[in-house]
Structures are given as C-alpha cells and as structure tokens.
T-cell receptor, first 106, second 117 residues
Framework: GIQVEQSPPDLILQEGANSTLRCNFS?????LQWFHQNPWGQLINLFY???GTKQNGRLSATTVATERYSLLYISSSQTTDSGVYFC????????FGKGTTLSVSS | GAVVSQHPSRVICKSGTSVKIECRSL??????MFWYRQFPKQSLMLMAT?????????EQGVEKDKFLINHASLTLSTLTVTSAHPEDSSFYIC?????????????FGQGTRLTVV
C-alpha cells in the first residue's frame, strides 16, 4: 500500500517564526490533502493539493507530484497554530501520515 | 466546502453492548464513505470503505463481524461496534469525498469518542 512519511515529527517554535512541514509519499495519487487536527479531534481541511501551489493567508502548500512530495509552509506562526498537522494521500481512500505536532509559544 | 456530520460525538457504553455511529453527508451524495479509527497520540487508520448498496471493504486486520458497516443510502453510512470491549475504546471518524469544482476533496465528520467500560 501507499506509504506516507511526514517530517519533522515534532516542531517547537516561538511566535512569529516560519516553518516548513514535509510529506513524502510512495506512489502516484490523485488526492493529497493537508489537515490541522484541533484539540477536540476535528480535522480542519487546509489544502486540497494533488499538484501545484496554493496559498491561504499565512499558510501555503506546494506539491511536486512527479517527485512525490508536498510541503506546507506556515509563516508568522501564532499560538493558535499549535496542534497536529496531517498529510493524507490516496487514489480512493486517504492514507494518513503520522503527523507533525507543532507547538508555538508566545 | 461540503459538510459531513457524525453522531454521536461521544458515547460511553458497557462492555458487551453494541454501539451505532452515524455518518451523514449533508449537502452532497456520497456513493462511498470511509471509516477511520484513531488511538491517542496516533494517526488515523483506515478501517473500511463503505459502498452504497453493497458490502463494505475492510482493511487487513479489521474484524468485519465486530465492525458492521451499512451504507443504505447516498447520504448515510453507519458503523456498529458489536459486543464492545475496552480495547475498542477509540476515536472513530468518517469521511466522504465531494466534487468541489477542483477535484474530489475529502471531508470528515466531527468524530465519535467511544469509551467502553
């Protein structure tokens, strides 16, 4: 099956810092999404990005499908950005990586 | 984006009883829905693919007789945990894909936190 690797597993930042989260995947897919899981478990859709680049406020993402990786950029981080970020890929069902736990302190 | 609603959000049941979790696509039709399980501090693991009008497809290691899935309509899938035991305590979350104009994006329900005592 598809393998999804996220790095780093943990990230600690000061408020205002920038960060890059990476997602590598093993096979061709037609769906790649980034999620933020809030403390109550709800998955918040950040980006649907099987290829190309998208931006939404302080967040942006780039997927290079031919090289099977995606990057999530967080600029000027805020304490509210803390939480777990998941990359998920697939052709039908989404397969999740293990996530990056981000902690932003003030 | 599309809305997927899951109910209940939290349930506590006694060991040996069964629990039903509902997953609804509120503003779109979903021929396929997906069920995941998440243990504390871990990632989401795909349990099964729910197909409207046909049998679900279970991932390796998931007991189909314990986790009964029914997808009776284009907007509703149910997961029944039968004869629940404490080790079934987990966070269960469903998903469906909706055509959003740029592709079939997956949306997730709020999740159900099951505690078996």
């Amino acid at each position: 099956g598809i393998q999804v690797e996220q790095s780093p597993p943990d990230l600690i930042l000061q408020e205002g810092a920038n960060s890059t989260l990476r997602c590598n995947f093993s096979d061709s897919v037609n769906n790649l999404q980034w999620f933020h899981q809030n403390p109550w478990g709800q998955l918040i859709n950040l980006f649907y990005i099987p290829s190309g680049t998208k931006q939404n406020g302080r967040l942006s993402a780039t997927t290079v499908a031919t090289e099977r990786y995606s990057l999530l950029y967080i600029s000027s981080s805020q304490t509210t950005d803390s939480g777990v970020y998941f990359c998920a890929v697939g052709v039908n069902a989404l397969i999740f990586g293990k996530g990056t736990t981000l902690s932003v302190s003030s | 984006g599309a809305v997927v609603s899951q109910h209940p959000s939290r349930v506590i049941c006694k060991s040996g009883t069964s629990v039903k979790i509902e997953c609804r696509s509120l503003d779109f039709q979903a021929t396929t829905m997906f069920w995941y399980r998440q243990f504390p501090k871990q990632s989401l693991m795909l349990m099964a693919t729910s197909n409207e009008g046909s049998k679900a497809t279970y991932e390796q290691g998931v007991e189909k007789d314990k986790f009964l899935i029914n997808h009776a309509s284009l907007t509703l899938s149910t997961l029944t945990v039968t004869s629940a035991h404490p080790e079934d305590s987990s966070f269960y979350i469903c998903s469906a894909r909706s055509w959003e104009g740029h592709g079939e994006e997956a949306f997730f329900g709020q999740g159900t936190r099951l505690t078996v005592v």
